[in-house]
Nanobody, 124 residues
Framework: QVQLRESGGGLVQAGGSLRLSCAAS????????MAWFRQAPGKEREFVATDPWNGGTPSYSNAVKGRFTICRDNAKNMVYLQMNSLELGDTAVYYC?????????????????WGQGTPVTVFS
């Protein structure tokens, strides 16, 4: 089993930046597809970014492409989401997810393990 714990959320002014971290424990995630999803109040959980385990190209939702970057540090068993040029619409709880030995996917039910989420609030 993998336990995931997100951190780094908080309040940020529009146009600012935040870096979210996801710490994995229990086993190594170097062969897991890792992803970030988010859920805004009253909305469904939506895909943000995913990173394949095999060194392939990450993919992003259209809403964040060009502003967010997902990366991982397998030596530290960590995944990160660098968020730049934040917009009011980025306000949400952000979740880290793991898909063991799987291909990256943009649907939440493809992921087996989830963190508890970290809230991000963007204000004007």
């Amino acid at each position: 089993q993998v336990q995931l714990r997100e951190s780094g959320g908080g309040l940020v002014q529009a146009g600012g930046s935040l870096r979210l971290s996801c710490a994995a424990s229990g086993r190594a995630i170097r062969m897991d597809a890792m992803a970030w999803f988010r859920q805004a109040p009253g909305k469904e959980r939506e895909f943000v970014a995913t990173d394949p385990w095999n060194g392939g190209t990450p993919s992003y939702s259209n809403a964040v492409k060009g502003r967010f970057t997902i990366c991982r540090d397998n030596a530290k068993n960590m995944v990160y989401l660098q968020m730049n040029s934040l917009e009011l619409g980025d306000t949400a709880v952000y979740y880290c997810a793991s898909r063991p030995f799987g291909a990256p996917a943009q649907v939440s039910n493809s992921y087996r393990y989830w963190g508890q989420g970290t809230p991000v609030t963007v204000f004007s």
